[in-house]
């Protein structure tokens, strides 16, 4: 009968394993403590326009827009513009309606633009 005999290369290679995690763990382990730390940065707090600052701005661009005949100015200060939260509907209609003046479809975007000053009572006072 053959009896087996005992090896020692499963040991020898489970102590190469642990040896090589403990060489990586401790020389790996200073270069995570040496990142650079960014100091925590706070950011400004924008608030949104009041209704009544809204209106007199959105007034404004529509007026200029009127006098002066440019879209393109009109539909940037539009985009610029921050909106308060229950104006954001009238304010994407009004930026679509400008849009269209931009792209030279004087027609749609004047028929747009009627809508909107029908619906809302304070534009262009």
């Known amino acids: 009968m053959h009896m087996p005999y005992r090896t020692w290369f499963p040991f020898i290679l489970i102590g190469v394993a642990v040896s090589f995690t403990l060489f990586v763990a401790t020389f790996w382990q200073p270069t995570i403590s040496r990142t650079v730390q960014i100091p925590p940065v706070e950011l400004p707090v924008v608030m949104s326009p ?16 009127e006098t002066t005949g440019s879209a393109e100015s009109a539909y940037t200060s539009l985009l610029d513009l921050r909106v308060p939260a229950e104006f954001k509907e009238f304010h994407f209609n009004l930026v679509v309606a400008f849009g269209d003046f931009k792209l030279g479809n004087t027609a749609s975007g004047q028929a747009r633009l009627d809508l909107l000053k029908k619906a809302t009572p304070w534009l262009n006072q």
């Open 50 to 65: 009041t209704t009544s600052q809204y209106e007199t701005e959105i007034n404004t661009i529509v007026i200029t827009f």
